[in-house]
Structures are given as C-alpha cells and as structure tokens.
C-alpha cells in the first residue's frame, strides 16, 4: 500500500510539472518600439530570455542592425540591457517580485519580426516538501530532471527560431541572385543588340561610301 501510494503521488507531481513553469514566446512585427510585461510571483526565481529578429518586412533588405532590449523591474529600474542584437539569450535573478517589462527598439526603417521568449522557473513543491525526509531526495531529483527538460525546451525553441531566420535569408538571397542573373542577361542581350545595331550602321556606312 505504502509503495503504490508513493507511486501516485510521484505520478501527481509529475503530472503538475508543465504547470510550475511561467512561460510565454510569442512572435511579433516591430515597427519602432513595443513593450511587453511579465509577472514573477517569487523573489529569486531565474528567468530566462531569448529573442532573434526572424526578418525585415523587405526581402530587398538585409540587416545586421539589429533591436535594442531593456529590461525593468516593477519599481522601473533597469536590470539589463542589450544594443543593435540579431539575437540574444540571457538570464537574471529576480530581486522583487512583481510585473517585469521588456522593451524592444527598432533603429531599423523596416518593420521587423522578432520571436521572444521568456521562461520563469520556480520549484514550489520542492520548497514545501524538502523537509520532509522521505521525500527530501525524490523531490529533488524530480527538482532536477524538471529544470533539465526545461532548458532542452529552452533551447529547442532558441534553435527554432534561429533556423526559421536563417531559412529566411537564405530565401532572399536565392530570390535576389535570380533577380540578378536575370538582369546580367536583360543586359547583355541589351548590349549584344546594340553591338548589331552599331555593326550594320558601319556596315551600310561602307557600303555607300563604296558605291560613290
């Protein structure tokens, strides 16, 4: 009996898991600047951040420019801070809990579309049970595996959205090679035509100075 109610309850607690996670990614268009903000219920959880700007609104443009990203805590002081980034990740401690915000700038003249990311991690069961001596050890393996598969989560997503930029600019640059191969030939079937004009112009030039 004792086993088999051990067993549920580590069935509960991995069923809870996903829920102890305060997380949101989102994928927005960028014109100059938006703000976005985030609840942190607990003094020294970790947050993770990531973003990558995906693209430009013009597939004639490609940019290194990158946003601007500033960090705030509830009582507006800033806590981190990254300039002119294609893409960053990073974390930080939460020092006061309450409404985070995260503000993004786009020095850019184009529109641009940004993937953001940001994960709170808080093991509440693990703080309510590690005095508990029988389940002390467990819940702090499961403590564990949960922050492991978190950060391959994390991760996952960074990578995800690096590929979609890279598929992206790979794209445009097929489309602007094509574009490009196109205009050599216009222009050199342009010049070949020319060339013929300016031929048959000398030709018939000799021609008649022949004739007199």
């Given at each position: ?9 580590v069935?509960?607690v ?52 990158g946003v ?6 509830p009582?507006?002081n ?24 995260f ?8 529109h ?17 049970h590690?005095k508990?001596?029988?389940f ?8 564990k595996?949960?922050?492991?598969l ?5 991760e996952?997503?960074?990578?995800e959205a690096?590929t ?7 794209e ?6 094509v ?15 020319v ?18």
């Amino acid at each position: 009996m004792g086993a088999r109610s051990l067993g549920l309850g580590v069935f509960v607690v991995l069923c809870l898991m996903p829920l102890l996670r305060n997380a949101g990614a989102i994928r927005f268009v960028i014109d100059r600047g938006d703000c976005f903000s985030h609840n942190v219920d607990y003094e020294g959880d970790t947050v993770h951040v990531s973003f990558v700007v995906i693209k430009a609104d013009t597939p004639w443009h490609y940019t290194e420019e990158g946003v601007d990203l500033v960090v705030k805590d509830p009582n507006g002081n800033q806590i981190h801070d990254c300039r002119d980034k294609i893409s960053d990740k990073f974390e930080f401690i939460v020092q006061k809990r309450g409404v985070h915000r995260f503000c993004f700038t786009n020095k850019s003249p184009y529109h641009e579309t940004v993937d953001f990311d940001v994960h709170v991690g808080h093991f509440s069961y693990f703080d309510q049970h590690a005095k508990d001596e029988h389940f002390g050890a467990l819940f702090e393996q499961i403590a564990k595996l949960d922050e492991a598969l978190y950060n391959i989560q994390f991760e996952q997503h960074w990578l995800e959205a690096q590929t979609d930029r890279q598929a992206i600019l790979n794209e445009n640059m097929g489309r602007r090679a094509v574009h490009k191969a196109l205009f050599e030939s216009a222009a050199l079937v342009a010049a070949s035509v020319v060339q013929a004009y300016l031929l048959r112009r000398l030709f018939e030039r000799k021609m008649g100075m022949s004739r007199v």
